[in-house]
């Protein structure tokens, strides 16, 4: 049995490739939980494989991410652009997040939009010097609100057909 056999045939590969796939930026669970469900997973097991592999890279994000913009800027100076964009989206998203702290932190990872999650979330923590004791469990809520969201529309949806 190759590779994609494996993932699409079992549950078990079903299952980690919506964790890796909910780990990447932009996708998250937003897109893990309808690839999990694509895949034959139910809707529970989706739901918890992505909001797992949305979880793991955040709190290497809040903690290491302001280190790694600096190393770029240092050692890979042809990718100043991409860091500043994503200061700036981190500074521009976190004025929304400043006023409520870590209420309007969990709020706004669990808008389940473009441009909101975990990944953004995380950032904007960073940037914003919040604690990882205290920043990841209003992420963790947020990204559990907006699984449960993403759950909910993603069954609405395959229920109709």
Same mark, same amino acid.
């Given at each position: ?37 694509? *895949?034959?997973?139910? *809707? ?29 800027? %240092? *050692?890979?100076?042809?990718?100043? %652009? ?80």
């Amino acid at each position: 049995m190759d590779f994609l056999q494996w993932i699409n045939n079992t549950d078990l590969g079903a299952f980690l490739s919506t964790v890796v796939v909910s780990m990447a930026p932009v996708l998250e669970l937003r897109f893990g939980i309808p690839w999990g469900v694509a *895949h034959g997973l139910s *809707h529970f097991a989706a739901f918890v494989a992505a909001v797992i592999g949305n979880m793991i890279p955040l709190p290497f994000i809040v903690v290491y991410i302001r280190r790694i913009f600096k190393w770029m800027r %240092r *050692h890979l100076p042809q990718l100043d %652009r991409v860091v500043d964009k994503l200061e700036a989206k981190a500074h521009l998203k976190g004025r929304k997040v400043t006023k409520y702290r870590y209420l309007g932190l969990m709020i706004f990872v669990a808008i389940p939009l473009p441009g909101t999650g975990g990944w953004t979330g995380a950032l904007v923590a960073a940037f914003l010097d919040m604690s990882l004791r205290k920043s990841l469990p209003a992420i963790f809520a947020g990204v559990l609100i907006a699984g449960f969201l993403i759950t909910g529309i993603t069954f609405g949806f395959t229920s109709f057909f």
